[in-house]
């Protein structure tokens, strides 16, 4: 049997992030093809609770200790190298999120082994492992063969169906002690971000808009649309810069990654950073002055026109529609 996949599962605040059934999904089908056990981690003083939603597994493994709450990166890597020595594990899935930030790089220099960082895909071929790799913000997407199936891959939200690593089994249990080095760097408070405001990851119909809607007056053409649609108003960088719309709305590299059943990029031009975060979208309509704008490439449906046009009539059309 091929050594054993490790997923590390990522919570905050007492519940498991989607993230963590993300990798369970991909790890499962890594698993069955490499014919190798797989197993999940928790780590801290809230974690053990969590570990029967972690069924996809065929193990948990729990280090229930204080200091692993939101510990740094450093200690997360010395804890998981522990896990790692004491199972046997030849791979290691981390999300590649703002919380697990710096663990796979730090764990791959423990470990000497090689680390694949913004990973879309994965697949098994032979005995080794592929996984695809983002680069430059999505304008390079490349494949990296692991020959024996060791490493760390950080694993990109939204990359893989959470779905697919959700399931009623309960998994076994184990408790596992590890080294807890004392940190150099402490957790002190969590800050909560802006309350009251939508929360764009979780709406099925986005309206985004860009540099293109020009005024900040405009862009209550894109707020009636979102609300004859049932939808939220969502936007580019330069959009949330101008102070147009809250930081909470923004999409893309330094803001939110949205997967809405439909996302309509008004006035956006598909720049790498933006795309990043929309491109998961499962039906995006592109609508841009200049027909050669990058966002038509990658776009479901696409209209050549100007947007300060199209929304109010756009708008009156789906009200009459709707009656
Ligand atoms: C480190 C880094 C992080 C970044 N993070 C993000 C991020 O998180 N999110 C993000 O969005 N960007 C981000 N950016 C910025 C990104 O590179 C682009 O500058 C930005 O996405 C462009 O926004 P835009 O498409 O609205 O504007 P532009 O690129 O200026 O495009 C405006 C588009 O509107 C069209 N247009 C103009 N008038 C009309 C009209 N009347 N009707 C229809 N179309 C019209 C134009 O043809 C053009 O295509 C980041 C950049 C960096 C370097």
């Not at 990058?294 to 789906?318: M, N, Q």
Request: glycine residues 12%; charged residues 20%; neutral net charge.
């Amino acid at each position: 049997m091929a050594n054993p996949i490790l997923v590390l599962a990522e919570q905050l605040r007492g519940g498991l992030a989607d993230i963590t059934f993300e990798m369970l999904g991909a790890g499962r089908a890594l698993a069955g093809a490499a014919g190798a056990p797989l197993y999940a981690v928790l780590l801290g003083r809230e974690a053990a609770p969590l570990a029967p939603k972690l069924g996809r597994a065929d193990k948990v493994f729990v280090a229930d200790h204080p200091q692993l709450d939101l510990a740094p990166a450093g200690a997360i890597a010395a804890a998981l190298k522990s896990v790692m020595d004491q199972v046997g594990a030849g791979l290691v899935l981390v999300g590649c999120t703002n919380v697990s930030s710096g663990i796979g790089s730090l764990l791959a220099a423990k470990t000497g082994l090689p680390l694949v960082n913004f990973c879309r895909g994965a697949k098994a071929e032979g005995g080794a492992l592929v996984f695809t790799s983002q680069l430059f913000g999505g304008k390079i997407l490349s494949d990296v063969k692991l020959a024996d199936g060791r490493g760390i891959a950080c694993i990109y939200p939204g990359a893989f169906p959470a779905d697919a690593g959700k399931s009623e089994a309960t998994p076994p249990v184990e408790k596992v002690d590890v080294p807890v080095e004392p940190p150099a760097v402490v957790f002190k408070k969590y800050l909560e971000p802006e309350a009251g405001d939508v929360d764009i990851t979780k709406q099925s119909i986005l309206v985004g808009v860009g540099r293109g809607i020009q005024t900040r007056d405009n862009v209550q053409l894109a707020e009636d649309l979102a609300l004859a649609l049932g939808g939220a108003v969502c936007a580019s960088r330069p959009v949330i810069d101008q102070g147009w719309l809250p930081l909470s709305r923004q999409v893309g590299k330094s803001g939110m990654s949205v997967r809405p059943r439909v996302y309509l990029a008004l006035g956006i031009s598909g720049a790498p950073e933006h795309w990043e975060g929309m491109q998961n979208s499962r039906c995006i309509i592109a609508v841009n002055t200049d027909p050669k704008a990058p966002i038509f490439d990658g776009s479901h449906y696409g209209a050549v026109c100007d947007v300060l046009e199209l929304l109010p009539v756009l708008t009156d059309k789906i009200k009459a529609r709707k009656g």
